[in-house]
């Protein structure tokens, strides 16, 4: 639909009919403007009434008379300014694009171009607080669905030229808008040429999620964690691209993807930042723990009690023997049922409807939870450890889906060979994050390759006094 | 191969000798820590001519120490099969042969993964490995050294002169062979990385051997495994026991060690032959299990084994050299 839009009106109406198929979201508006025929087209529910009203059609059909469509164009560009968006469409493609996107086109009879007006006006969910990025002394607006909103967030952030936000389309049938985000003077530009072309490489139809997009940009072998991450705060991402990263914001999703991702960062939060270093390093040591415990404290209860009980001390042992020897299942099969009972619940939380969220707590927690221990089915140390694993693993809530099935895979281990299979799988996992990289970057800095400078902001959190002489970049960590 | 740097290339290196010393049978006493020390000297100096040639240049030598690496995997292999004997694993004490195989195809089957990932990544887990591995044994030593046996260090005996406990270092100093591949991908000046890794080693085979002595000098004469023996008879608390701490070092370290020699073997095998390279991971676990059955009744601590260690590093590169050279002179004769 390249070269040109046809110059009789009539045709290219019929033309644009057959193209939508009629589609009854497409209005279109027959009037006279300076003493030319012309049509105005707009999506319905995608512009503002009020907007096209005033800014469009009120000024237009108050224009005096003109001598053509040319001289007509040309006064509207020069003179009216009736949206501050207005490009000239030469063909069809772009027509359908903008028209989508809530522009209002302009056709003249006798014209080979149209006229677009930025006037959208779709409805969408405004800006809100984050729901799985909670922090305390932090801002509390998230991304919404709309990416130009979300591109004005960064932008009220970072108001610096040296921040580009780069438009395009992607999925043949949602074009979907893409934007890649980052700093000019901070990214590695083979960084940025990578991803442009791993995003080359995108065939899809459509573009719904960050979840789409992710594969392309990610290491094609098989890894257990994510070498790119999400974030769903503004501010999280300008701290992102001030380091050198780049974000990729899509239209219709909440969440930017941010390239490349560092293992320690699952432990970093805004709030790190906003308390005093001392609390911040003890906190993050507190994530540290919680995911070790959250990936291995069924496996290791379960491989102490089942095969090395000799690590415990006798009064311990005594009362976990004393629990145990009423549960009239195995520990392992104990465990496996309360963690994959979790998971059911879990999901059942996740999917309901909101009003119905209190009900599966009652349900699970009181009646499940308290009826399985009293009536002996499952011994309380196990449900204990259980929920601490389980509990541990919410203070990581983006590895939550690794460590779920790392939980999985450690306690199968642990229950059937020990310590032996625990520290058997934990070298095969070790190697695995180990492996994981994308673009260059080891997932693992700066612990392995280890960078002495990367431990003021991992093992512990220095003051900002000191790093603010630091300047880092990822690019430090690049191999 | 693209480039690991020093601290992960000691930390490999370091990992294979720690369990090399984990597996160590018979007597330790002074003599035998004197006699580690000097081995340690003595394989400094004999790496350095290697280290000089850049590591293995040559296709010839490449599959040599391919050959190497594969013998030096199937041995390891054999220590662990020998040495979980007197370590508590489960399932293997119940299993009998059968237990033991399972016990080793899994221990085969993670080294058949960590080759597949290549040494640029098996280098940076064996940092983390070595790290948390020395922080275990530290605790290990702590617990050995708070009611220490002073008595100890004149009673051990090990039974072997100097000469000989030097000997038995180089035979179980395989490690040493790694630096043809490893240190020429390291960053850095690959001389002063590996004199930082053999003062490491110094440090810890030392330290070790002293350890050993310290908690099981007095039943040395029939003890089989010295360093199993002083990790089981270490114990800091008083009413439960740390075995299982042991186990899992020894498991990660045996893992690593098995695991680091056949992703060396598969790099290099890669590098004769790139069409094999996706293979190359597999091919060499499997060579490494024949060896292993082959060498099932090798000593580890014989003179032949030392011989194709040092073999391997002096020999190797000084007839390398020595081609070359000759290759030179042909050529400025043309």
């Known amino acids: ?479 | 191969m693209s480039k690991i740097n020093g601290r992960q290339l000691c930390a490999m290196l370091l990992i294979c000798d720690a369990f090399s010393m984990f597996c160590f049978t018979g007597g330790m006493s002074l003599v035998t820590a004197a006699g580690l020390a000097a081995g340690t000297f003595i394989q400094w100096a004999a790496v350095q001519p290697l280290l000089r040639r850049g590591g293995a240049v040559t296709k010839g030598e490449k599959l040599v120490f391919g050959a190497y690496f594969i013998y030096w995997g199937g041995v390891l292999f054999n220590l662990q099969w020998e040495t979980s004997r007197d370590i508590y694993i489960p399932y293997e004490s119940s299993g009998g042969i059968w237990g033991k195989l399972l016990i080793s195809g899994l221990i085969a089957l993670v080294c058949l993964y960590i080759s597949s990932v290549g040494i640029k990544a098996v280098s940076r887990a064996a940092l983390i490995a070595a790290a948390v591995g020395a922080g275990c044994l530290l605790i290990a030593g702590i617990s050995a050294v708070r009611s220490p046996h002073w008595e100890n260090l004149t009673l051990a005996e090990s039974g072997r002169s100097f000469g000989e406990e030097v000997l038995r270092s180089a035979a179980m100093s395989g490690a040493v062979g790694g630096l043809a591949v490893l240190a020429p991908a390291a960053k850095g000046d690959s001389r002063r990385t590996a004199a930082v890794y053999f003062a490491c080693k110094l440090v810890l085979v030392t330290g070790m051997v002293l350890t050993s002595v310290l908690v099981a000098g007095g039943i040395m004469s029939v003890t089989e495994l010295p360093v199993v023996t002083a990790a089981q008879l270490s114990q800091p608390f008083p009413v439960q026991r740390i075995d299982s701490l042991f186990l899992m070092v020894f498991t990660v370290y045996a893992v690593f060690s098995i695991g680091i020699q056949a992703a060396s073997a598969a790099y290099l095998i890669g590098e004769v032959w790139p069409s094999a390279e996706k293979y190359a991971g597999a091919a060499s676990v499997v060579l490494m299990i024949a060896a292993g059955a082959l060498l099932s009744k090798v000593q580890l601590y014989s003179s032949s084994n030392a011989a194709v260690i040092f073999a391997a590093v002096t020999a190797v590169p000084m007839l390398g050299a020595a081609a070359d050279s000759a290759k030179a002179r042909r050529v400025r004769g043309c």
């Open chain 1, 1 to 479: 639909m390249k070269g040109g839009l046809i110059r009789r009106l009539d045709d290219s109406i019929d033309f644009i009919k057959q193209k939508t198929g009629g589609s009854s979201d497409i209005l279109i508006n027959r009037f006279a403007a300076g003493g030319v025929h012309c049509v105005l087209l707009c999506c319905e529910g995608m512009v503002s009434a009020s907007v096209i009203t005033e800014l469009v059609f009120e000024p237009i059909t108050s224009i005096p008379a003109k001598k053509g469509p040319h001289e007509l164009f040309h006064y509207i560009q020069e003179e009216l300014l009736l949206s501050t968006d207005r490009p000239v469409i030469e063909d069809y493609d772009t027509l359908f694009r903008l028209l989508y996107s809530g522009f209002a086109v302009l056709l003249a009879e006798g014209m080979p171009s149209a006229l677009g007006f930025g006037v959208q006006g779709y409805s969408s969910r405004s800006i809100q607080e984050p729901s799985g990025e909670g922090n305390v002394m932090g801002a509390h607006e998230g991304f919404s669905e709309t990416i130009r909103t979300s591109m004005s967030q960064l932008r009220r952030r970072m108001k610096s030229p040296e921040l580009v936000m780069d438009m395009m389309q992607k999925g043949e049938k949602s074009c979907t808008d893409l934007c890649i985000c980052y700093m000019k003077d901070r990214v590695p530009a083979e960084l940025l040429r990578r991803i442009r072309k791993s995003l080359d490489g995108i065939r899809l139809e459509s573009v719904l999620t960050t979840g789409y997009i992710r594969p392309f940009v990610e290491s094609r072998r098989f890894e257990l964690f994510s070498s790119t991450g999400t974030t769903e705060r503004p501010d999280v991402l300008c701290s992102k691209l001030i380091e050198g990263r780049v974000g990729i914001l899509v239209d219709g999703v909440p969440f930017a993807i941010v390239i490349p991702r560092l293992f320690c960062e699952n432990f970093q939060t805004l709030d790190d930042y906003s308390y005093k270093p001392y609390y911040a390093t003890f906190i993050r040591w507190i994530k540290y723990a919680a995911f070790l415990i959250a990936v291995l404290l069924p496996a290791v209860y379960t491989a102490i009690v089942m095969h090395h009980p000799e690590l415990l001390n006798s009064t311990l042992l005594m009362i976990l023997v004393e629990s145990e020897r009423q549960a009239p299942l195995s520990i392992m099969t104990e465990a496996l049922g309360v963690l994959l009972m979790y998971e059911v619940i879990r999901e059942a939380g996740i999917r309901l409807p909101k009003p119905m969220g209190g009900s599966v707590s009652i349900v699970s927690g009181l009646i499940i939870g308290d009826a399985a221990v009293k009536s002996g089915l499952i011994s309380t140390p196990l449900l204990t450890v259980t929920a601490l694993a389980v509990m541990s693993g919410l203070c990581v809530p983006e590895l939550n889906p690794p460590v779920t099935m790392l939980r999985f895979a450690f306690l199968a281990a642990g229950g059937a060979l020990g310590l032996f299979g625990i520290s058997l799988l934990a070298c095969g996992v070790l190697v695995n994050i180990c492996a994981t990289e994308d673009y260059g970057f080891p997932y693992t800095a700066p612990l392995s390759p280890f960078a002495g400078s990367g431990m003021g902001d991992t093992a512990v959190r220095s003051s900002f006094r000191k790093m603010q002489d630091r300047e880092f970049t990822v690019e430090e960590y690049h191999e």
